[in-house]
């Protein structure tokens, strides 16, 4: 199976501020690789699928880039409700897997 | 408006059984793959299974396979788990997926507790 190794674990910013979050595959993925944010007690809601193409609704402050096994998440200026955990999932094969999380914190 | 209920969770004691069900409404679900996820409390997201729209195209998890079963019913719109033979480490919000990923239900909770 393909591991999704995200970093780092937790990431202390402030409002205003660029994040920048990792996602790294065991195993080239191609462009098969989505993000998700999650807020406490909440589903998941999808940001970015197919690496970098931004879902219905998304702000333009997020953003994905990435191919192969290296991929990034790009939050450009952090708003107070970023400020929550973002997974990262392969779809390119069976079984599908995600990232362990990052976890944005206020610094 | 896409809306996917589920239920059925609950405490199940280590070794026992529960059937879980999500029903579906707002779109066409006999022309959709659909998806089962579970995230253990304070844990990260576990993808489970998945199903064909209709209702070949199985595949599962390692954690589960030879325990828990996907299936559907198109006429009822509703996707079920079959999860059979349950372990502590299947504590966990379970979420019913729209492929896609855009839709989620909402969850049930699942405790394998004795």
């Known amino acids: 199976e393909i591991v999704l190794t995200q970093s780092p674990a937790t990431l202390s910013l402030s409002p205003g501020e660029r994040a920048t979050l990792s996602c790294r595959a065991s195993q080239s993925v191609g462009s098969s690789l989505a993000w998700y944010q999650q807020k406490p007690g909440q589903a998941p809601r999808l940001l970015i699928y197919d690496a970098s193409s931004r879902a219905t609704g998304i702000p333009a402050r997020f953003s994905g880039s990435g191919s192969g096994t290296d991929f990034t998440l790009t939050i450009s200026s952090l708003e107070p409700e970023d400020f929550v955990v973002y997974y990262c999932?392969?779809?390119?094969?069976?079984?599908?897997?995600f990232g362990g999380g990052t976890k944005v914190e206020i610094k | 408006e896409v809306q996917l209920l589920e239920s059925g969770g609950g405490l199940v004691q280590p070794g026992g059984s529960l059937r879980l069900s999500c029903a579906a409404s707002g779109f066409t679900f006999n022309g959709w793959t659909m998806n089962w996820v579970r995230q253990a409390p304070g844990e990260g997201l576990e993808w489970v299974s998945v199903i064909g729209n209709d209702g070949d195209n199985i595949h599962y998890a390692d954690s589960v396979k030879g325990r828990f079963t996907i299936s559907r019913d198109n006429s009822k719109n509703t996707l079920y788990l079959q999860m059979n033979s349950l372990r502590a480490e299947d504590t966990a919000v379970y979420y019913c997926?729209?492929?896609?990923?855009?839709?989620w239900g909402q969850g049930t909770l699942v405790t394998v507790s004795s």
């Open positions: 999932q392969q779809r390119s094969e069976w079984p599908l897997t």
């Open positions: 997926v729209q492929d896609g990923w855009y839709n």
